[in-house]
């Protein structure tokens, strides 16, 4: 694994790479790695000819400052995983390098009412950061396709848009959600939880995987009513629970409304904030196919 901390000479070793008419693979990341994001490298391995993983804890897409100064930061232990699925090239950038004084990398795309929700709602300005960070790292590594998870799905989304708006030449993969044993989808974040958050925070699959078994017999709302509910019973502080139109993110009144449906949710547990979601109506042709 070749591991590159300049722009300068990860540019200079993927030229390298482009003129032998090989693909690109690239795998943004926070670091704290763990198998959800080892699955998003090796569908990476099998679908390019080199696979670029950054770890990059971007502070723009930052909300909360003490988020970002508790986010998980386990180098030495990502190199070790990285190796072990051969990651071609790991990128692992300074502040500087992303955003180097006198560089402007503001970008100035309108995501309208697909950044204003959910998500969006709760971590004002994160999404601006998230499309920043993603437009700066994408021009740097210019890979032919971007492999990004699911557990993000407003994200995937938003770089979607992105992708359009500008035109993109990189395609966009988007990767299904790795879960642990029991249900929770992984997280970096995980970690963090205490033993008592952590046994609990199974809830949030499983309701989603009631939520989606009941899609015939109830309404969207009373299934939101009754997730915000039972995760308040169980000591979560629960921001959303909201079933909505997979394209346009906006709350589905029926599960006929649309061809493309998904449930989403943030709670809290205890000091941390935890996001999962679940396709639950998917036509053929949907987006995700
Ligand atoms: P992060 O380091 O949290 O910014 O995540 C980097 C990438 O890994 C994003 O595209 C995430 O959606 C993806 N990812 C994070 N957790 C999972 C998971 N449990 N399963 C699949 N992909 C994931």
Request: hydrophobic share 40%.
């Amino acid at each position: 694994m070749f591991l590159f901390k300049k722009v300068a000479d990860l540019q200079r070793y993927l030229q390298k790479v482009s003129k032998e008419k090989k693909t690109i693979g690239f795998v943004p990341t926070m670091g704290a790695l763990h198998n959800g994001h080892l699955s998003l490298v090796n569908r990476a391995n099998a679908e390019t000819d080199c696979t670029v993983v950054s770890i990059f804890v971007n502070p723009t897409q930052f909300n909360d400052k003490k988020d970002l100064e508790k986010y998980p930061r386990t180098l030495g232990a990502d190199i070790e995983l990285l190796s072990s699925v051969q990651t071609t090239v790991l990128f692992i950038p300074s502040i500087d390098e992303i955003y180097p004084p006198g560089l402007n990398t503001s970008l100035d795309l309108e995501f309208g009412a697909l950044a204003n929700v959910l998500e969006g709602a709760f971590r004002p300005g994160h999404f601006d950061g998230m499309a920043q960070v993603v437009h700066r790292l994408l021009d740097i590594v210019k890979p032919d396709r971007l492999f990004m998870g699911q557990k993000d799905f407003q994200q995937l989304t938003i770089v979607r848009s992105m992708l359009k708006q500008l035109n993109h030449k990189t395609e966009l993969v988007v990767c299904p959600i790795i879960r642990e044993k029991d249900g929770l989808a992984m997280s970096s974040r995980n970690r963090r939880l205490t033993p008592f958050y952590r046994e609990k925070a199974v809830l949030l699959s499983q309701i989603l995987s009631k939520v989606k078994s009941n899609i015939h017999n109830r309404t969207p709302e009373s299934m939101s009513t009754m997730a915000m509910k039972t995760l308040t019973e169980a000591g979560f502080k629960p921001e959303y629970f909201e079933i909505v139109d997979g394209i346009t993110l906006q709350p589905v009144k029926d599960f006929s409304d649309a061809d493309f449906i998904v449930a989403l949710t943030a709670a809290w547990a205890g000091e941390i904030r935890l996001i999962d979601n679940m396709i639950l109506k998917e036509e053929k042709n949907a987006i995700l196919a």
